[in-house]
C-alpha cells in the first residue's frame, strides 16, 4: 500500500524550531515532487511549501520564508520541512503530499495535481 507518514510535529514554544518529516511506503519519492501543507481550525488548508522533482527547485509561502526550508534524501525516501523563528500563527495540522510529473524542475502549481496525501502531524506553538 502506497502511503505518506509525517511526523516529528509537537508542541514549541514561540521562537523555538521543529523538523517535520515525509516518509514515503510501498512508492520512491523519486519521481515525485512533494508540497507541505498547513491548515489551522476554522481556516482552508493552504500551501506551505514545495520542493521540485529533482529538488532543484523550491518554493515557499510568503508567511514562512527565511524561516522555513524543505528538503529531500531521495535514499531514504524522505522529505523535510525545516522550521525556524516558529510563531504562533504556525500552528496547524501540516500534511505532505506528493505528485508524479516530469521533468527534475518541476512541482506543482494546485493542490488538485497531488496523488497522495499524508494524515497529518500537528504543530502547536505556544508559551
Known amino acids: 500500500q502506497s502511503q505518506l507518514v509525517e511526523s516529528g510535529g509537537g508542541l514549541v514554544q514561540p521562537g523555538g524550531s521543529l523538523r517535520l518529516s515525509c516518509a514515503a511506503s510501498?512508492?520512491?519519492?523519486?519521481?515525485?515532487?512533494i508540497g507541505w501543507f498547513r491548515q489551522a481550525p476554522g481556516k482552508e488548508r493552504e500551501a506551505v511549501s514545495c520542493i521540485s522533482i529533482g529538488g532543484g527547485n523550491t518554493k515557499y509561502a510568503d508567511s514562512v520564508k527565511g524561516r522555513f526550508t524543505i528538503s529531500r534524501d531521495n535514499v531514504k525516501n524522505t522529505v523535510y520541512l525545516q522550521m525556524s523563528s516558529l510563531k504562533p500563527e504556525d500552528t496547524a495540522v501540516y500534511y505532505c503530499a506528493a505528485a508524479a510529473g516530469y521533468g527534475s524542475g518541476w512541482y506543482p502549481h494546485s493542490q488538485n495535481e497531488y496523488d497522495y496525501w499524508g494524515q497529518g502531524t500537528q504543530v502547536t506553538v505556544s508559551s
Open positions: 510501498g512508492f520512491t519519492l523519486d519521481y515525485y515532487a
